[in-house]
């Protein structure tokens, strides 16, 4: 094999270089607690209409940090890291919220799981934990498919998304009333949760729409 069956040039989606494995498993950590930081918000406020809003204000975001593609300059608040800081999709905050309302469906599934009665079998759960699963990585996707500029691909994935999602919603609608009854908080976290990860999505698709007119 040749220089030629090699990749040239520099390639500056990675960021720093020079970063080992343990620098990116402390970054990695601390997007971890950014994660939990917006959780920690978002159930505090959840029963408020504007919560994904207020949630976002707490965490120092403006309104153009939600644009696509945009890079956060302060995501990761530490004052030891220095201008090295490499930027990557994780510090993007649709990203940082997409992963919350990830980990707020699983764990109000669960709840709701360990709770009802009847129980909600196998099978329904499976299918249910699939279209949470298939969501969140098509939102993922089209994250990253905005770094790389490429909006007509993130548009697609936010519509896959979005097809996940009302999926997920019919899915949920269809679990027993009684069973819902039993853990009826659970019940009523996973749907305004599903419709507030279905708004990120259409306030993400209109920036790509109102970004790809102006280019």
């Not at 994935?157 to 269809?174: D, E, P, Q």
Request: charged share 25%.
């Amino acid at each position: 094999m040749d220089d030629g069956d090699h990749p040239q040039g520099d390639f500056e989606g990675s960021g720093n270089a020079s970063w080992g494995e343990a620098d990116w498993a402390g970054y990695l950590q601390k997007n971890d607690l950014e994660v939990a930081r917006f959780l920690s918000y978002y159930t505090e406020v959840k029963d408020l209409p504007d919560r994904l809003d207020i949630s976002a204000r707490r965490m120092g975001w403006e309104n153009a940090d939600w644009a696509p593609g945009d890079a956060v300059d302060e995501v990761l608040e530490d004052d030891n890291e220095g201008p090295d800081l490499p930027y990557c999709i994780h510090q993007h905050p649709v990203y940082v919220v997409s992963r919350a309302l990830g980990i707020q469906l699983s764990h109000s599934f669960q709840r709701l799981c360990r709770e009802s009665s009847p129980a909600i079998t196998a099978v329904e759960a499976t299918n249910i934990m699939l279209s949470f699963w298939d969501s969140q990585h098509q939102v993922i996707m089209a994250i990253n498919a905005t770094d790389t500029g490429d909006l007509p691909l993130a548009l697609v994935h936010m519509k896959r998304a979005l097809s996940a999602i009302n999926f997920s919603i019919g899915l949920t609608a269809g679990i027993p009333s009684a069973a819902k009854l039993s853990s009826a908080e659970a019940a009523q976290d996973i749907e305004s949760t599903l419709f507030d990860l279905r708004e990120v999505c259409l306030r993400v698709m209109a920036d790509c729409r109102w970004d790809g007119k102006k280019s």
